[in-house]
């Protein structure tokens, strides 16, 4: 007999939420964390669509660690010297339907795996899996440590960086245009403050991600979120791109920072917190097979993220992932068969949630990046150029619109213009 019906490895977002179901199940599961606490490794920009938090814990805000209400929402064209911005806010962003929250996830994490440990899940802290027990090619448990610790089921839920998924399934490491490197700060600055520059309310905070300078050309974007008394400020770039980039990751992160258009929003500042981790790009086309025999993933290890440019989304994914494997690991073992055939249902669950859906409908969008890199530099300038053309007077003769936009699109090129905007709404 296995030492526990179910081993959850990795305690982020997908991890604690699998547990749970199983807990909430009846099922003996224990999960292994390598953080010394919940959430100690862990790095997000930090907005959070609550929508699958909610499908498993419907009283969440009355507990749950979060910072400011997302009710605004700007996405930044950046140039060296100017910025390009949509500002939207909208009442249906404090609708329960849409809402989102920024978060920490050094208080989130701890507060996901709490819900857990309180369903009944164990947690071992501190300790790494480091590779996965097999018996007659299913896995069967963890090594973790001096431990070897035995389980009807394994949920792979340990985020991006996995060295176990290969062990699990078919499939290799993510390559470096399949992921990107995250860099953050977290700065505290007085709440009232912090309300005042985004133009919200208390408990109301702003979403705003860049493109084009933030990055200085390179694919990747810049994010700005507000919490409560901090700002969590960063930067994502591919890693295949940035690889021979002259300037290194922190040095656009500090550039990024003295921006024009992004230094009035963090001036007096402290930083907090300094971190970074990688993200996943690849989007559908790289995901690996979501069950093996006596395993299945849930979350980044399996690649569950999408930056569509406009909004960033791994962690609602995760949730609901984390929520799909749980339960159907419980249903697998409640009928005595956790092979791949007796998991199969995970990946049907999630074919017909958001989770497979959107990844799937949003598949081109690594590739419609990594093709268009007038996205990062030349289309920014050229907005640029488009706004000094509406709105700097100088007392000269004034041109008609049309006289000033046209050289600016011929700059382009009118069939690259159309190609990529043709390339771009296919995309999304
Ligand atoms: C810079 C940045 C900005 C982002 N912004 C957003 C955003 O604004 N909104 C959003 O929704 N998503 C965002 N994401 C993505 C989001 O953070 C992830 O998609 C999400 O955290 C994935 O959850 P997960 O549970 O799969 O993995 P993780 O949250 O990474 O958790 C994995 C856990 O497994 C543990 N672990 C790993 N290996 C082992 C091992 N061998 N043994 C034991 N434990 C192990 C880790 O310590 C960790 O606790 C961002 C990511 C980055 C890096």
């Known amino acids: 007999m296995a030492d526990f019906d179910a081993i959850v490895v990795g305690s982020g977002c997908a991890g604690p939420v699998a547990a749970y179901e199983l807990a909430k199940a009846g099922r003996s599961v224990l999960v292994v964390e390598r953080g010394n606490v919940c959430g100690a490794k862990n790095v997000s920009g930090g907005r959070l669509y609550t929508h699958s938090l909610r499908a498993v814990f419907p009283d969440f805000a009355q507990s749950a ?17 100017a910025a390009t911005t949509l500002d939207v806010s909208d009442e249906l962003m404090r609708d329960q339907r849409y809402e989102s929250y920024s978060v920490l996830r050094a208080r989130f994490d701890p507060w996901l795996a709490g819900q857990a440990e309180q369903a009944g899940a164990e947690f071992i802290n501190g300790i790494a899996v480091e590779s996965l027990l097999k018996q007659d090619g299913r896995v069967s448990g963890v090594r973790a440590g001096e431990d070897e610790i035995t389980a009807d089921v394994v ?25 990107a490197v995250g860099i953050k700060h977290v700065i505290g600055l007085p709440e009232k403050v912090i309300s005042d520059r985004s133009l919200c309310a208390d ?6 991600l860049f493109v084009g300078d933030a990055t200085q050309g390179r694919i990747g974007g810049g994010f700005l979120y507000t919490n409560r008394d901090t700002i969590s400020i960063g930067l994502v770039a591919t ?27 963090i001036a007096g500042g402290t930083v907090l ?69 007796g998991l199969a249902g995970y990946r049907s669950a999630l074919e017909d949630s958001f989770v497979l859906k959107d990844l799937k409908l949003l598949r081109r969008v690594p590739r419609f990046m990594e093709n268009t890199p007038r996205i990062f530099g030349t289309y920014p300038a050229l907005a ?4 000094r053309s509406l709105f700097l007077v100088d007392g000269t003769p004034m041109n008609p ?28």
């Open 65 to 81: 660690p979060l910072e400011r209400r997302i009710v605004r929402e700007r996405i930044s064209m950046l140039a060296s010297d």
């Open 155 to 179: 949920l792979l839920c340990d985020g991006v960086n996995s060295l176990l998924v290969p062990q699990a399934v078919d499939a290799g490491r993510p390559t470096p245009d399949q992921v």
């Open 401 to 428: 619109v049309r006289r000033s936009m046209l050289p600016l699109a011929r700059r382009v090129g009118y069939l690259n213009l159309a190609r990529d905007l043709s390339r771009g709404v296919k995309a999304l």
């Open 384 to 387: 640029r150029d488009a706004m």
């Open 203 to 208: 408990g109301e905070g702003m979403a705003w």
């Open 239 to 265: 890693v295949s791109d940035l690889v021979d980039a002259d300037t290194p990751i922190y040095q656009l992160l500090d550039d990024f920072k003295r921006h024009p258009s992004v230094a009035p929003m």
């Open 273 to 341: 917190e300094h971190s970074g981790h990688l993200v996943a790009e690849g989007g559908y086309d790289a995901m690996p097979p979501l069950v093996g025999d006596g395993v299945l993933l849930a979350g980044e290890s399996a690649l569950m993220c999408v930056n569509a440019g406009y909004t960033v989304r791994g962690m609602d994914f995760a949730i609901a992932a984390g929520q799909q494997a749980g339960r159907s690991a419980a249903a697998a073992l409640e009928a005595g068969d956790t092979s791949a055939t």
